[in-house]
């Protein structure tokens, strides 16, 4: 079944899950309409969130040749949005339903040389592009950081397989990684692969721009699933079209939204595309800005959001223990 963005939906069967590393599980799919995987590619997902099926974006770690079985790793995220629970609460012998693989995040072949920089998880969204530039005798270099090394996925693999090339970074090993040092050290030409936290992506685009480097060399792949602030529930208003909907700690606001039958318009719901945009009238909030669509000056007056990813958390700490959120949106849509 084709959907309005053309994907094309199908049933998995779950064959086989394990635990990885801490908090990470890989689940092998084996799709009922196979194709070859690229790298860079993910599948969208239905998981349930509260009983209500919505979609979350994996990245296809690795795949059979012929896309007859495909990995995804997922990280249950302590202040998850609830896919990566229900993620977690799969088994061998389940069905699922996805896309077949998906593409916007895609390797260009024929740079002079490589920088693919992984953080925690992100490691999903670039293993498959080490392992390629590897095969074709390309310039590449892959950073992975990480907060421990129990906790970075596929940490020896690569190691085994890239050798040199992996320059892993461990926090808890007093190794963490230094964003200004990465990026001076990024060879004239050469194009940067990313996926991680968001304050590990925007540092990185900071420095990028700082050092005048050409932004069509920075290719990220962003989820939208980590902010600055823990997610926490907020309440979002829409006086115009009478609306007023608590957005849950485990849901966007654009899924909230859609909940209450006003009409969208998204597209990546990652914080990517700009889309979904939302004109922001007056807040008793901060604005989490999840996306890397707006850049740092379009973020600051905190006039304009993109809906799929980014959320509203109090100004100041909550002290009272009033059962609505304290933090509130008044905004209109397009
Ligand atoms: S739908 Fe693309 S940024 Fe929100």
């Not at 053309?6 to 890989?26: D, L, N, P, Y």
């Not at 498959?128 to 992975?144: E, N, P, T």
């Not at 920075?218 to 529930?233: H, K, V």
């Not at 304290?326 to 905004?331: C, F, H, M, R, Y």
Request: charge should be negative.
């Amino acid at each position: 079944m084709a959907d309005s963005h053309h994907q094309v939906w199908q049933r998995a069967v779950v064959v086989t899950v394990e635990e990885i590393a801490t908090g990470i599980r890989r689940i092998v799919l084996r799709p009922e309409l196979p194709r070859p995987t690229r790298p860079g590619e993910h599948v969208d997902v239905r998981v349930l969130v509260d009983g209500a099926p919505v979609v979350r974006s994996y990245s296809v770690v690795d795949a059979a040749a012929d896309g007859s079985e495909l990995a995804l790793s997922v990280f249950r995220t302590p202040a998850s949005r609830g896919g990566s629970v229900f993620m977690h609460s799969i088994g061998a012998g389940q069905t699922l339903e996805i896309t077949q693989p998906l593409q916007n995040f895609p390797l260009r072949i024929g740079a002079p040389s490589y920088v693919l920089l992984a953080g925690g998880i992100g490691i999903t969204a670039v293993a498959g592009m080490a392992a390629l530039l590897r095969r074709l005798g390309a310039d590449y270099r892959l950073v992975y950081a990480g907060r421990s090394r129990p906790a970075m996925a596929y940490l020896e693999e690569l190691a085994a397989l890239h050798g040199d090339r992996l320059q892993a970074h461990v926090d808890d090993e007093g190794g963490a990684l230094d964003v200004d040092g990465l990026v001076a050290g990024v060879p004239e030409g050469a194009e940067l692969y990313m996926c991680g936290p968001i304050r590990l992506m925007d540092a990185v685009r900071r420095a990028w721009a700082e050092r005048g480097l050409d932004r069509t060399g920075l290719r990220y792949e962003t989820f939208g699933n980590s902010g600055w602030f823990e997610a926490q529930p907020f309440l979002v208003r829409i006086p115009r079209l009478g609306v007023e909907a608590v957005v849950g700690s485990d849901e966007s606001m654009l899924e909230a939204l859609e909940r209450e039958g006003v009409d969208m318009m998204s597209d990546c719901r990652k914080g990517e595309c700009g889309l979904c945009q939302v004109k922001v009238l007056d807040r008793a909030a901060r604005i989490d800005h999840r996306d890397v669509f707006y850049s740092d000056r379009q973020k600051e007056p905190g006039t304009a959001m993109c809906c799929c990813v980014s959320r509203a958390v109090p100004a100041a700490p909550v002290t009272t223990s009033d059962e609505r959120p304290s933090a509130v949106l008044t905004i209109d849509v397009p």
